[in-house]
């Protein structure tokens, strides 16, 4: 029973002493958001997104943990309808790998589940979709002077948003799910 006690206690402080030597970053991110919505009713859009994010990152191995709190206006174009945004919060938690030139410059590849939580918007006054979505996020990017990040990430959704009419409540679109192309822009505090 000492042995294990003891074997529990030299890995937990193993567990400890990584994150310690992490380096922690916050910051924040905005960019666009172009939508391609799969369903009969809808068109191509462009939206944004800007929230707060962290960063956590090992600095021998380039291995770290992106997360981020992204309000969201995805583009959708509902035909007849004057609503054209889909509000959201989005959530993405990427696993990055960073390579780079100490910390002037780095090129970085991201991947990851991103969870949305769908707002009350004037899409639900034409649909009513579900309240929550996961995707699934791969990206690349740069990582320039120290502070600022770009990025290219494509989300693809991994859930589908089954919607009906409001007022019809027979009439249900099966397939509407939303895949998108975004181009980001971080600063690091």
């Given at each position: 029973?000492?042995?294990?006690?003891?074997?529990?206690?030299?890995?937990?402080?193993?567990?400890?002493?990584?994150?310690?030597?992490?380096?922690?970053?916050?910051?924040?991110?905005?960019?666009?958001?172009?939508?391609?919505?799969?369903?009969e009713?809808?068109?191509?859009?462009?939206?944004?997104?800007?929230?707060?994010?962290?960063?956590?990152?090992?600095?021998?191995?380039?291995?770290?943990?992106?997360?981020?709190?992204?309000?969201?206006?995805?583009?959708?174009?509902?035909?007849?309808t004057?609503?054209?945004?889909?509000?959201?919060?989005?959530?993405?938690?990427?696993?990055?790998?960073?390579?780079?030139?100490?910390?002037?410059?780095?090129?970085?590849?991201?991947?990851?589940?991103?969870?949305?939580?769908?707002?009350?918007?004037?899409?639900?006054?034409?649909l009513?979709s579900?309240?929550?979505?996961?995707?699934?996020?791969?990206?690349?990017?740069?990582?320039?002077?120290?502070?600022?990040?770009?990025?290219?990430?494509?989300?693809?959704?991994?859930?589908?948003?089954?919607?009906?009419?409001?007022?019809?409540?027979?009439?249900?679109?099966?397939?509407?799910?939303?895949?998108s192309?975004?181009?980001?822009?971080?600063?690091?505090?």
């Open positions: 029973m000492k042995k294990l006690v003891s074997t529990l206690l030299v890995f937990m402080c193993l567990l400890i002493s990584v994150p310690a030597q992490a380096q922690i970053k916050f910051g924040l991110k905005g960019g666009v958001d172009m939508s391609k919505v799969t369903t009713i809808g068109d191509n859009a462009t939206g944004f997104f800007v929230g707060p994010m962290m960063e956590a990152t090992i600095p021998l191995l380039g291995l770290g943990v992106d997360v981020a709190a992204l309000y969201s206006q995805s583009g959708v174009k509902f035909e007849g004057e609503a054209d945004k889909i509000k959201s919060i989005e959530v993405p938690v990427n696993l990055k790998w960073t390579v780079g030139l100490g910390s002037t410059f780095g090129v970085f590849a991201a991947v990851g589940p991103q969870f949305g939580f769908n707002l009350d918007n004037g899409v639900d006054a034409v009513q579900k309240k929550c979505a996961v995707s699934v996020n791969v990206g690349v990017g740069l990582k320039l002077l120290r502070h600022f990040q770009l990025g290219v990430n494509y989300n693809i959704g991994a859930s589908k948003m089954t919607a009906k009419y409001a007022d019809d409540t027979e009439n249900i679109i099966p397939n509407f799910r939303k895949n192309w975004q181009v980001s822009l971080a600063y690091m505090f």
